[in-house]
Antibody, heavy 120, light 106 residues
Framework: QVQLQESGPGLVKPSQTLFLTCSVS??????????WGWIRQHPGTGLEWIGYIHSSGNTFFYPSLQRRSTISRDTSKNQFSLTLSSVTSADTAVYYC????????????WGQGALVTVSS | DIQMTQSPSTLSASIGDRVTITCRASQSINSWLAWYQQKPGKAPNLLISKASILENGAPSRFSGSGSGTEFTLTISSLQPGDFAIYYC?????????FGQGTKLEI
């Protein structure tokens, strides 16, 4: 059974860069045609897809976040990471990593989530 | 972007009730719709894909229907663990978008 776990700083200063890592166990991020993504949830509100990286290494992003977002992977560690630059308080959210099913766009496995607060 | 609108935003119900949540898309998404359940402090959990396919492990009291622009999630007989927030998500086209959620409360 695939499991995902987010890790990273819980507090980031405005204008700095947010960096989160998702560690995957029970399956390889470089095989099977899956997509490995990031979704965030602002406090008390709904869900916003950020982007993901395919098992091939191709990346896809939500247009409004694309300019500030990077998703990379370390296949030797079976991890993938999110970098979000120039953060503001509007980026305060719970960040989830999740696995997207290969031939359809739903997310079938999620990490537990990591709260990131942007504050000085 | 395709806008997803859920109704109601909050639904009050009792154990044993049959409840229905509606999700409308701003344009046709065929049957490319998923439903998730989220409990406080937890990640969303996939319940239904392709509008009506119940995921392994999801209780059979959950069912989904619809196509095009209008979809429903029905819980046939509410159980205590069903009180949560429910989200729909379209995956017809990028960027994938979620509804704003429906809070199911006692």
């Amino acid at each position: 059974q695939v499991q995902l776990q987010e890790s990273g700083p819980g507090l980031v200063k405005p204008s700095q860069t947010l960096f989160l890592t998702c560690s995957v166990s029970g399956g390889s991020i470089s095989s099977g045609g899956y997509y490995w993504g990031w979704i965030r949830q602002h406090p008390g509100t709904g869900l916003e897809w950020i982007g993901y990286i395919h098992s091939s290494g191709n990346t896809f992003f939500y247009p409004s976040l694309q300019r500030r977002s990077t998703i990379s992977r370390d296949t030797s560690k079976n991890q993938f990471s999110l970098t979000l630059s120039s953060v503001t308080s509007a980026d305060t959210a719970v960040y989830y990593c999740a696995r997207r099913f290969p031939i359809a766009g739903y997310f079938d496995t999620w990490g537990q989530g990591a709260l990131v607060t942007v504050s000085s | 972007d395709i806008q997803m609108t859920q109704s109601p935003s909050t639904l009050s119900a009792s154990i044993g009730d049959r409840v229905t949540i509606t999700c409308r898309a701003s344009q046709s998404i065929n049957s490319w719709l998923a439903w998730y359940q989220q409990k406080p402090g937890k990640a969303p959990n996939l319940l239904i894909s392709k509008a009506s396919i119940l995921e392994n492990g999801a209780p059979s009291r959950f069912s989904g229907s619809g196509s095009g622009t209008e979809f429903t999630l029905t819980i046939s007989s509410l159980q205590p663990g069903d009180f949560a927030i429910y989200y729909c998500q379209q995956y017809k086209s990028y960027p994938y978008t979620f509804g704003q959620g429906t809070k199911l409360e006692i």
